[in-house]
């Protein structure tokens, strides 16, 4: 605050950033010439399906892990994090709120285990409630997915705009006819480049439901 005609101060302003680099997440898969022939079509669609299930789920279990990362995988988000025991609607809440004290706004979520949704739709929320901490598929309001990739009685809470994944030009499969040809195979090479980080740590809170 100044004066009428009082001066403005110099703010100086101070960026920070992450740095994603690719990460090869990879595969292969021999197909018999056989499946081919009986039915190509049908066969190539479950095997791109299945593809793309299998990719996805390791990058999920591997973001939402706890491992630490190295030059051939992304490090998981609950890697160093701290993760406190919440055991009551006072803790889940409280933990809400270092979020809030944060001025992190948006839309916010939580991501669970499916053994932390089930202590939760079996805890009150107090003596003088009736209410269950989780219901109707959302933790007190807030939308709640549950995933098996995440620990045992684990979950994250926050603003998942604030986690960046990156990822290098597509997903490269390699049809080679030669490797397998002496069994009657093709062998389709997966090849994907991943990174994951969070951007402002503060936008996340870490809970688990036992010690």
């Given at each position: 605050w100044q004066s009428e005609?009082?001066?403005?101060?110099?703010?100086?302003?101070?960026?920070t950033n992450v740095v994603l680099s690719p990460h090869r997440l990879t595969a292969y898969i021999d197909i018999s010439k056989q499946l081919i022939a009986q039915d190509s079509l049908g066969a190539e669609e479950a095997i791109r399906r299945d593809?793309?299930?299998?990719?996805?789920?390791?990058?999920?279990?591997?973001?939402?892990?706890s491992a630490a990362g190295d030059t051939t995988k992304p490090a998981g988000i609950f890697y160093g994090a701290t993760v406190a025991k919440n055991d009551t609607f006072a803790k889940v809440a409280a933990a809400e709120a270092t979020?809030?004290?944060?001025?992190?706004?948006?839309?916010?979520?939580?991501?669970?285990?499916?053994?932390?949704?089930?202590?939760?739709?079996?805890?009150?929320?107090?003596?003088n409630a009736t209410g269950m901490i989780f219901e109707n598929g959302e933790m007190d309001g807030v939308p709640a997915i549950i995933t098996s990739n995440i620990a045992?009685?684990?979950?994250?809470?926050?603003?998942?705009?604030n986690l960046a994944v990156g990822q290098w030009a597509g997903i490269d499969i390699t049809v080679d006819p030669y490797t397998q040809a002496v069994n009657?195979?093709?062998?389709?090479?997966?090849?994907?480049?991943?990174?994951?980080?969070?951007?402002?740590?503060?936008?996340?809170?870490?809970?688990?439901?036992v010690s």
């Open positions: 005609i009082g001066a403005a101060s110099a703010t100086a302003n101070t960026f593809i793309v299930n299998a990719l996805t789920d390791k990058l999920e279990a591997t973001v939402l892990g979020v809030e004290a944060a001025n992190v706004t948006g839309e916010m979520k939580y991501l669970m285990a499916p053994t932390t949704k089930a202590f939760y739709r079996t805890t009150i929320k107090g003596n045992a009685n684990n979950y994250v809470y926050g603003n998942f705009g009657g195979c093709v062998r389709l090479v997966i090849n994907a480049y991943f990174d994951a980080k969070i951007v402002r740590s503060e936008a996340f809170t870490f809970g688990k439901t």
